[in-house]
């Protein structure tokens, strides 16, 4: 067995150190410290909920990689658990536990990673309680991809999502052709240890190219199960080798062959990266994505953390063909205090401070223009607005726009495309440094804020050069997910 290691524990001295740094998250997962990134293993066992992620426990920065670990009964409030996966020297995973599934063989948990280096496949098997895990001694059970792929992929091939079907396990894994562009490879196995590969799933310059995901490298792959259809969940890394962003195809799987019918981006934004889904007990998927910094290595050292989990999301298949993102209704049980109003025009040029403010804030807003100028809903403003972020509607082109402004100056911008509609609802999350915008119709947008001022808490309507009404507007405090 590998030996527990200590939990990683959310001391009070410690807790009370972190909390001196605005920008922490309140009612998003973090780590106790440190370096948390892709999320792993997630897996309900038994009607908790289990959530492992890369972890560095040296420090606030990507090394030393090992799996994390925390359960949820709820959803929203979580336990942390020993780390449940640490480097073995000598071994194949001796420079890193990398990303991978958690399954349930029969009643044994099970774990598929990406041992490093050489990327390869591991296994681990768990007891009752998920917090002492066993490496199989035959590690890996993958050493490699197949040598037509080991010959251009540049030794990337990592991150194993697994499922059972048609009485056999099944595997999809991210690579890649060196120029060319990402892969998605099938894998077959009877036992987990022993597996067989199939096919080329999906490639980023032929079937997909279209839909203009060539990425460098394809990672983080999840295939998703809805019945008549399908949809494939990737992570794109560019040709400059930066974190891009997650995208999904949609189509028909039979025969282990996919047919995408469309592809589309999953999270816009500049933050969101590696989503991992698992099907709850309820029928429901559950998908959690990585928000990362966007501040400086030198803040996040400074800080002593780094990385945080979106909020726990739904995926569901749209009749357009679709995914949407939606909160799990189980984050409205963080809601406390509440402020609301209805049917408020606002005329032209018009900025209106509202009776609320916060750093941990749930918005619902409905919005009903003509459609001819842009107008929005600010956050995180100081009393002289020069510090804010402001979501902006831009009607004519159909679309979101995030706005951070510091010192009275635009700093960066993320965007979102928008289905024409009247009203136009929104829900809007901020938390310290996130910021999390849901459309009625499941498009979904994150980005990082860092305010500098600690008065930078107001909300704010505005518009620009033409009338709204605001059909509907409500506002919750939420509260901490730590007990």
Request: with cysteine; proline share 7%.
């Amino acid at each position: 067995m590998q030996p527990s290691s200590s939990a990683p524990g959310r001391s009070i001295h410690a807790q009370r150190i972190l909390a001196l740094d605005p920008h922490r998250p309140h009612y998003h997962f973090t780590a106790p410290a440190n370096w948390l990134n892709d999320p792993n293993g997630l897996i309900d066992w038994k009607g908790t909920v289990h959530l492992f992620y890369q972890h560095n426990p040296n420090g606030p920065f990507h090394g030393t990689i090992h799996w994390g670990h925390a359960s949820s009964v709820d959803l929203v409030h979580w336990r942390d658990h020993p780390i449940a996966l640490a480097p073995t020297p000598g071994g194949p995973d001796a420079d890193g536990c990398w990303s991978g599934c958690a399954v349930d063989d029969q009643g044994t948990p099970t774990l598929l990673y990406t041992g490093v280096s050489p990327q390869a496949v591991c296994l681990a098997v768990g007891d009752e309680t998920l917090e002492t895990w066993r490496k199989y001694e035959g590690n890996p059970v993958i050493s490699a991809p197949p040598p037509e792929i080991a010959a251009l992929c540049g030794g990337d091939f990592r991150d194993p999502f697994v499922w059972r079907e048609d009485d056999a396990w099944w595997m999809v894994i991210g690579s890649r052709r060196e120029g060319v562009g990402g892969l998605v490879l099938l894998y077959r196995s009877a036992d987990l240890r022993r597996w067989e590969f199939v096919r080329i799933l999906l490639t980023g310059d032929e079937q997909a190219g279209r839909y203009f995901y060539e990425g460098a490298m394809w990672e983080c792959p999840n295939l998703l199960d809805f019945g008549e259809r399908r949809a494939l969940v990737l992570s794109v890394q560019d040709a400059q080798l930066r974190l891009h962003h997650a995208a999904y195809f949609t189509g028909v799987y039979w025969n282990q062959e996919f047919t995408p019918s469309m592809g589309a981006v999953l999270a816009y934004g500049d933050c969101f990266y590696a989503p991992q889904a698992t099907r709850l007990a309820d029928g429901r998927y559950l998908l959690f994505g990585w928000l990362r910094e966007t501040r400086s290595r030198e803040a996040a050292m400074a800080a002593g953390w780094s990385g945080c989990m979106s909020l726990p999301l739904i995926v569901t298949l749209r009749a357009d063909g679709r995914l949407a993102l939606a909160p799990a209704q189980e984050v409205e049980m963080l809601r406390s205090e509440a402020w609301s109003l209805s049917d408020l025009p606002l005329g032209p040029h018009t900025v209106r401070q509202l009776d609320v403010n916060g750093n941990t804030l749930e918005i619902e807003i409905a919005f009903v223009s003509d459609r001819s100028e842009s107008f929005g809903v600010a956050v995180r403003c100081s009393p002289d607005d020069e510090e804010q972020t402001r979501i902006v509607v831009r009607p004519q082109q159909n679309e979101l726009h995030v706005e951070r402004v510091e010192a009275g100056v635009p700093v960066a911008t993320a965007s979102m495309p928008l289905t024409p509609a009247s009203p136009l609802a929104l829900r809007i999350f901020v938390d310290a440094s996130t910021l999390e915008i849901f459309t009625e119709d499941g498009r979904y947008l994150a980005t990082r804020l860092y305010p500098r001022r600690s008065d930078s808490t107001g909300v704010r309507l505005f518009t620009t050069g033409a009338s709204i009404n605001v059909r509907h507007l409500k506002v919750w405090r939420l509260t901490s997910i730590w007990r």
